[in-house]
């Protein structure tokens, strides 16, 4: 079977939906994504919170269990937060910018890119259950 990264490398956004952490319903958002095998890097940075202080990553660090949709395809995913500055968190911040340097919503991303909080999303196949 065909890992993540090979279905969907092309695919520019997925769709997180995590619990919110002090309501319990369900939060979901839009994202750029770099799929590796089977997990989702994620990287959080450039709005009006700092980097790793989104709701979204906030509410993974109280609940690490989330749903990702791919082109309409369900998976569920556990989160876990590489360190900074180990090989898996430089790998996978420089993968997210290069899918999207260049592309007309990107401009420049290397403040991003060095600033900005990974998350990686370890996935497995929800089919079968409702997305979202």
């Not at 095998?37 to 709701?55: C, M, Q």
């Not at 991303?109 to 997305?131: H, K």
Request: hydrophobic fraction near 35%; glycine fraction near 12%; aromatic fraction near 10%.
């Amino acid at each position: 079977m065909a890992t993540v990264e090979e279905r969907f490398a092309a695919v520019p956004y997925c769709y997180l939906l995590t619990a919110g952490r002090q309501s319990g319903r369900p939060h979901e958002i839009e994202i750029w994504f770099v799929a590796r095998g089977d997990t989702v890097y994620l990287l959080n940075g450039g709005g009006k919170r700092p980097p790793g202080e989104s709701d979204w990553v906030r509410n993974l660090r109280a609940d690490p269990m989330a749903r990702l949709r791919i082109s309409g395809v369900p998976f569920m995913a556990t989160a876990r937060f590489p360190a900074e500055g180990s090989p898996e968190d430089r790998e996978h911040r420089a993968a997210i910018v290069a899918k999207y340097s260049g592309s007309k919503d990107a401009g420049d991303l290397t403040g991003w890119r060095d600033t900005g909080f990974l998350v990686a999303l370890d996935l497995t196949p929800a089919e079968g259950r409702p997305p979202g």
